[in-house]
């Protein structure tokens, strides 16, 4: 199922002297889903008024269109996630890209590139030669992929190496962002609201690992990830501890949920 994009959309403009034709409708009724998703897609997991704030619809038409999206697949509700210490009342319910809501967007080649590791992992020999061989790869591949981001975290102020990397990684198509940690004191999260190559890391877990090293090396501290989305979960969260904590840490792996 392949969900266009905004720019491959086009309306019908509208007979003349009639307003809006039928298709006209149903095309602008398509495109404000498709920024529904987009948005879904561009900030993680989200409740009808935060789509409704950042897209400045109201909350009834946002349900709309979340509906419409359900029924397709596209999305699904969940219950939000909460890490800390959790208030009174029920969890809000959020809406989540679903995996067939994923494959619409960015992702291409999944199966090519699943196809290209198992060979890589069956040439070395297979079990622990061959997993130690992927994971070779994805760190030679997130290592070419660092060395764009490089220049960009050390021209930053130290203060702020996690927003410029969060930037990095939005231009290379993983929706990322840098905000502070439920205790701020502590530290930041940066979030990747998207992953381009999520599928194909459910079966090689080595390319998270090989990421998480990297951030770690880029910012010159141990980090933590929290969530994943090749592991179910809505964003891609990773812990960054201010360099004057002593909380654990590690730059690998994903802490269980």
Not at 39 to 60: C, E, F, M, N, V
Not at 139 to 164: H, N
Not at 171 to 189: C, F, H, I, K, V
Request: charged content about 20%.
């Amino acid at each position: 199922m392949k969900y266009a994009s905004e720019h491959q959309e086009s309306a019908a403009p509208p007979a003349a002297g009639a307003g809006a034709s039928p298709v006209s409708a149903h095309d602008d009724q398509r495109s404000t889903r498709n920024r529904v998703a987009r948005s879904i897609l561009d900030h993680g997991p989200s409740t009808t008024a935060d789509i409704a704030r950042r897209l400045k619809l109201t909350q009834a038409a946002v349900r709309r269109h979340l509906d419409t999206l359900v029924t397709e697949g596209i999305v699904e509700p969940r219950e939000q996630r909460v890490y800390g210490a959790r208030g009174r009342g029920r969890p809000a319910k959020v809406f989540a890209l679903t995996d067939c809501g994923r494959d619409a967007f960015d992702q291409a080649y999944d199966q090519l590139a699943a196809d290209a590791l198992r060979w890589i992992a069956q040439s070395a020999g297979g079990g622990e030669m061959g997993e130690a061989a992927v994971a070779a790869f994805a760190r030679a591949r997130l290592a070419a992929q660092a060395a764009g981001y490089r220049a960009a975290i050390e021209a930053a102020a130290p203060e702020s190496r996690t927003e410029a990397l969060a930037k990095a990684l939005t231009a290379d198509g993983y929706a990322a962002t840098a905000r502070s940690a439920p205790n701020p004191r502590l530290g930041e999260q940066l979030c990747q609201h998207h992953c381009p190559v999520a599928h194909v890391a459910e079966q090689f877990p080595q390319l998270c690992e090989a990421e998480t090293e990297v951030f770690s090396h880029l910012l010159g501290t141990h980090v933590q990830r929290l969530a994943t989305i090749a592991h179910g979960d809505g964003v891609c969260t990773t812990f960054i501890p201010k360099k004057n904590t002593t909380a654990s840490a590690s730059t690998s792996g994903r802490k269980p949920a």
